[in-house]
């Protein structure tokens, strides 16, 4: 039987955080929906601000001295918020060494960690119809207005496409085309291709089918967009299962902006005399994180509408 005393709950909370840690890693390690389709900025401050997004030079012949324009300033700041998730564990269970019973649960609060961080950017993604891009309109719009001379543009296309394999590949179609003729500030074509898709989980398997490489000897030319490991489902995307995403992650800054305050940390109570231990006869662990969840520009995701 364990004597807890607080040089004991150190050690213990010690051998707790290389737990966390390690599941972290291990979690971090596997594909996650938010580094593939978010740009991470690192926070330094309670917010930042995105001011410069919208702006690309150009380039141009010298022919005298260098041609620039000031970046117009939009007033887009993202502000960080403090998550966290908390375990309570039996006095009783640390007393009688049963440290195999907490290492799931420690484990899983790494996971569910970082599975939240999966979850706020599939959401913020799915919110596009009605949270504001860095220039006041709604991330996806019919209506974007012009962002310097790039024109007014839609990246919100609406008609038949998902119920089945030929409406699937006319919005593939329709969004490709949409984001190959979208412009820059200077009214210069982007040049942005589209490489991945993302969807609900009830359109992933139409999405797949309709892609394939070859049906009845016919090669499909949308098949050599978009292989298998560029479409990606989430849970989360559940505005209306039959919309999707077509997006460009190969931007400066992709659709989303994750910004991050401050990474999961795993903390504890080591005073076996905390007024909650006397209260409740058990010890707290938990993890807490701050970040942010953004837009990038508008122009690198289309949402496709099924009508």
Not at 25 to 54: C, H, P, V
Not at 166 to 184: R, S, V
Not at 249 to 276: C, M, S, W, Y
Not at 277 to 285: I, M
Request: glycine content about 6%; charged content about 20%.
């Amino acid at each position: 039987m364990a004597i807890v005393t607080s040089d004991f709950l150190a050690g213990l909370l010690t051998n707790f955080r290389a737990i966390f840690k390690q599941a972290l890693d291990e979690a971090f390690a596997e594909q996650n929906l938010y580094d593939l389709i978010a740009t991470r900025f690192d926070s330094t401050s309670d917010k930042e601000s995105y001011g410069w997004m919208g702006a690309n030079p150009t380039m141009s012949e010298w022919t005298d001295t260098r041609i620039y324009k000031a970046i117009k300033a939009y007033d887009y700041t993202l502000t960080n918020k403090h998550y966290e998730g908390t375990i309570a564990v039996n006095r009783d269970t640390i007393e009688d060494d049963k440290y195999n019973l907490i290492r799931p649960r420690i484990q899983g609060l790494a996971r569910r960690a970082l599975r939240h961080w999966n979850q706020m950017v599939a959401t913020q993604l799915d919110d596009g119809e009605t949270l504001l891009a860095f220039d006041g309109v709604a991330f996806f719009s019919a209506t974007h207005q012009a962002i310097g001379a790039s024109g007014v543009f839609a990246n919100m296309l609406s008609g038949n496409y998902s119920d089945s394999s030929t409406e699937i590949l006319a919005g593939i179609g329709a969004a490709y085309a949409a984001m190959q003729n979208f412009k820059d500030d200077k009214g210069v074509p982007m040049g942005l291709v589209p490489d991945k898709i993302v969807c609900s989980p009830s359109m992933y398997m139409p999405i797949l089918n309709a892609l394939l490489p070859a049906v009845a000897g016919t090669t499909r030319p949308e098949a050599g967009l978009f292989t298998a490991a560029n479409i990606h489902s989430s849970p989360w995307i559940d505005a209306d299962a039959d919309d999707y995403f077509i997006l460009c992650t190969k931007a400066e800054v992709k659709p989303i902006i994750f910004q991050l305050r401050k990474a999961p940390e795993f903390v504890g109570i080591e005073n076996p005399d905390a007024e909650h231990v006397f209260k409740n006869n058990e010890f707290l662990y938990g993890v807490d994180d701050r970040f942010a969840v953004g837009y990038g520009d508008p122009r690198t995701a289309v949402l496709v509408h099924n009508t």
